[in-house]
């Protein structure tokens, strides 16, 4: 079962099931292979990425649980997908990867300790 909490996201294509992990490892192998940092990265995603970056993406977030799995396997595993699954198993994984700061609805406390003043040095 895939953990939302760490950058996991199930998916099925076909009769098999599969899950999608990006983390720290993840995102190094694809900084390796592409060049681009995690937000380029992220950017070429939410524009018109090409199939081959989502392809290698795929490749790279299927190796944690499904190792061994090759660039053209990760292409066949997308085709069994299809489209609106592969996006969507894709999109879940990354927003579990990297998720938005909660609003905690509490203020900061910085700068709000308890007010000292200032003295001579020495107690008399």
Not at 66 to 85: F, K, V, W, Y
């Amino acid at each position: 079962m895939a953990n939302s909490l760490r950058g996991e996201a199930a998916f099925k294509a076909g009769a098999s099931d599969y899950v999608l992990v990006f983390d720290v490892n993840t995102f190094c192998a694809l900084e390796d292979e592409t060049g681009l940092g995690v937000s380029e990265l992220i950017d070429q995603v939410q524009a018109r990425p090409s199939f081959k970056l989502l392809r290698s993406i795929f490749c790279a977030g299927l190796q944690n649980h499904h190792p061994r799995t090759t660039i053209a396997e990760a292409g066949e595993i997308m085709s069994d997908a299809g489209l609106e699954t592969m996006q969507d198993a894709l999109s879940r994984a990354l927003k579990a990867a990297m998720p938005a700061p909660e609003a905690s609805g509490t203020k900061s406390t910085e700068g709000k300790g308890p007010k000292v003043k200032a003295g001579t040095g020495s107690a008399s």
